[in-house]
C-alpha cells in the first residue's frame, strides 16, 4: 500500500479503558501505512488507556489528545474500536457523544467495529441506517431504527461499521476508500 495514499490526513480514534486490542491497533497501523495520521483520544486526563485483549487487559496506548481539548473539525475521519468495557463506558459519556455527533453531522467517515455502533445509537446516527456489529448489539441497533446484517462490512451514508477483529481488513480498506473519494472531491 502507498505510504502517501492518505497523506494529509487525520483520524481520530475515540476510545477509553477496556476497548478491544485488535480493534484499536490494528486499523491504526493500517491507516498510518495508508499515510494517515492518527490521533487517539480519551475522556478524562489518562496519558495512557488500556486495551482488552481475549479475556483479559492488554497492552497500553498513548493518548495524544484528551476528549476536553480535541475538535471533531479537526480531523477527516472517526474510528471507534469496540470491546464490550470502551463503548459502554463511551456512550455515557456526553462530551464523546457529542464528538460522534459532530461527525455524523457533517458526514465525515465514522467507522465503528464490533461493539463500536453503541456510540452511534446514543448520538442519534443510526435511524434508517444499514449496519452491522457484534451480533449482540442487533436488537439495540434494529430498536433504534437501524437495518442489521450479518456481513464482514457494512457502508451506508457516512458510517462504516463491520462485526468482530476477523473483519478489520475490510473495515479499514472501506475506511481508506472513503478518505480517498472525499480527498478526490476536495481536490
Not at 446514543?122 to 456489529?133: D, I, W, Y
Not at 430498536?143 to 462504516?160: C, P, Q, R
Not at 476477523?166 to 472525499?182: H, K, Y
Request: aromatic letters at 6%; one cysteine or more; glycine letters at 8%.
Amino acid at each position: 500500500m502507498s505510504k502517501d495514499k492518505l497523506k494529509g490526513c487525520k483520524v481520530a480514534i475515540l476510545a477509553t479503558d477496556g476497548f478491544e486490542q485488535s480493534e484499536l491497533m490494528k486499523p491504526k497501523q493500517l491507516l498510518e501505512e495508508a499515510g494517515a495520521t492518527t490521533v487517539v483520544i480519551s475522556p478524562g486526563d489518562a496519558q495512557q488507556i488500556k486495551g482488552w485483549n481475549h479475556g483479559e487487559w492488554g497492552e497500553q496506548v498513548k493518548v495524544d489528545v484528551p476528549l476536553a481539548k480535541a475538535r471533531a473539525a479537526d480531523y477527516d475521519a472517526l474510528v471507534l474500536p469496540g470491546g464490550v468495557i470502551n463503548p459502554d463506558k463511551l456512550r455515557l459519556h456526553e462530551k464523546a457523544i457529542d464528538f460522534v455527533r459532530e461527525f455524523g453531522r457533517t458526514g465525515r467517515p465514522v467507522a465503528a467495529i464490533c461493539h463500536g455502533p453503541w456510540t452511534l445509537i446514543n448520538a442519534g446516527l443510526v435511524r434508517e441506517k444499514h449496519l452491522t456489529s457484534w451480533p449482540s448489539l442487533r436488537a439495540d441497533l434494529e430498536n433504534a431504527g437501524a437495518h442489521w446484517e450479518d456481513s464482514e462490512v457494512v457502508e451506508s451514508g457516512n458510517l462504516i461499521t463491520s462485526r468482530k477483529p476477523d473483519d478489520i481488513p475490510a473495515f479499514t480498506s472501506t475506511l481508506i476508500r472513503a478518505l480517498e473519494e472525499r480527498q478526490a472531491e476536495v481536490a
